[in-house]
């Protein structure tokens, strides 16, 4: 369910979230924000997103970290990490707080469910606003046809 990506055209948010309802909420919030969204219902399809050829694109990571069977939030964090080190990275748990010190990736963002859509609008544009300016004009080069 992902938007054809025009990587010269806004900033696209990669959305990780197996639950409907709170893809649709972080989808709206996002989109309403002025952001471009991709939405991944498993961790496999998160880790596909950010190594095919749209990954070039993906400016930041909202990840649920309880994402069901196969790959959860915490390896698709460090996964999107590996590909770009620079990469923000904001975790949505239900219960999974207490591991994000032992399992988050260093500068993240982790905001507890039940959460406010502007929550999630904030702390990706503080991620994004936090991120060096070298490597977004790089990233901007690299994705340049």
């Not at 496999?44 to 694109?57: C, M, P, Q, T, V």
């Not at 590996?82 to 975790?91: G, K, W």
């Not at 507890?112 to 904030?122: E, Y």
Request: hydrophobic share 45%; no cysteine.
């Amino acid at each position: 369910m992902a938007s054809a990506v025009d990587p010269e055209e806004g900033v696209w948010v990669l959305v990780v979230e197996d639950d409907l309802l709170t893809q649709d909420i972080v989808r709206s919030a996002l989109e309403d924000a002025g952001f471009g969204v991709l939405i991944a219902s498993t961790g496999a399809a998160a880790i596909e997103l950010l190594e095919g050829s749209r990954g070039g694109a993906i400016r930041a990571v909202v990840t649920d970290v309880n994402l069901g069977r196969g790959n959860d939030g915490w390896q698709v964090a460090r996964r999107a990490r590996e590909i770009r080190p620079d990469m923000p990275l904001i975790y949505v748990t239900g219960g999974n707080s207490e591991e994000w010190a032992a399992n988050g990736v260093p500068q993240s963002i982790l905001i507890n469910k039940p959460f406010a859509p502007a929550q999630i609008v904030t702390a990706v544009s503080q991620a994004l606003n936090a991120a060096p300016p070298d490597a977004v004009a790089a990233k901007k080069t690299a994705a340049s046809p």
